[in-house]
T-cell receptor
Framework: EPEVTQTPSHQVTQMGQEVILRCVPI?????FYWYRQILGQKVEFLVS????????KSEIFDDQFSVERPDGSNFTLKIRSTKLEDSAMYFC????????????FGSGTQLSVL | GDSVTQMEGPVTLSEEAFLTINCTYT??????LFWYVQYPGEGLQLLLKATKADDKGSNKGFEATYRKETTSFHLEKGSVQVSDSAVYFC????????????FGTGTRLQVTL
């Protein structure tokens, strides 16, 4: 079965630093998402991306966050100036089209902000 | 707003035991309901879904029935295996296409011999 690939699997950074989390969605998928899960809490929707623009974002996705599809294969989440509370598991997901209801998730990047 | 509540884990069972993981939801209208599973080191995978009241989703021996009267979607399996050890997430979506999901916290299941 096709896979969504996320790198790195673990990222440790200092508070205030910028981080970029990388995802390679499935090649013929058109819709891309980031979710996150803070330890012990619910998996939360961050942002959806379609046709090279953000289609929806949550309250969590403030000006410190941005997403980009720089080269037609990668899908990145950038956190401009990390805070301690950004420590979480970040999941990328992709989805082909309205007729395909299956959302494919990556295995996640565990971000630790010290 | 929408929310999903799952029973807290971890749930530890012996192989061949009966499994129930409770899930209830709060939502307006008629959401679609899902169970996702995350095996160690892997991404979340769709396990089963139901899109309307009284629908039963099933896959790999797991079942869940969409109960609108009790706003529940409990996951069951008659006989668990060690290979079922994973984290199980209940979720709902209003889009019908399972893209923007509202998840529960996840329930870790550990099955022992």
């Amino acid at each position: 079965e096709p896979e969504v690939t996320q790198t790195p699997s673990h990222q440790v950074t200092q508070m205030g630093q910028e981080v970029i989390l990388r995802c390679v969605p499935i090649s013929n998928h058109l819709y891309f998402y980031w979710y996150r899960q803070i330890l012990g809490q619910k998996v939360e929707f961050l942002v959806s991306f379609y046709n090279n623009e953000i289609s929806e974002k949550s309250e969590i996705f403030d000006d410190q966050f941005s997403v980009e599809r720089p080269d037609g294969s990668n899908f990145t989440l950038k956190i401009r100036s990390t805070k301690l509370e950004d420590s979480a598991m970040y999941f990328c997901a992709s989805f082909r089209a309205a007729t395909n209801e299956k959302l494919f998730f990556g295995s996640g990047t565990q971000l630790s902000v010290l | 707003g929408d929310s999903v509540t799952q029973m807290e884990g971890p749930v530890t069972l012996s192989e061949e035991a009966f499994l129930t993981i409770n899930c209830t939801y709060t939502a307006t209208g008629y959401p679609s309901l899902f169970w996702y599973v995350q095996y160690p080191g892997e991404g979340l995978q769709l396990l089963l879904k139901a899109t309307k009241a009284d629908d039963k989703g099933s896959n790999k021996g797991f079942e869940a029935t969409y109960r609108k009267e009790t706003t529940s979607f409990h996951l069951e399996k008659g006989s668990v295996q060690v290979s079922d050890s994973a984290v199980y997430f209940c979720a709902l979506s209003h889009t019908g296409t399972a893209s923007k999901l509202t998840f529960g916290t996840g329930t870790r299941l550990q099955v022992t011999l």
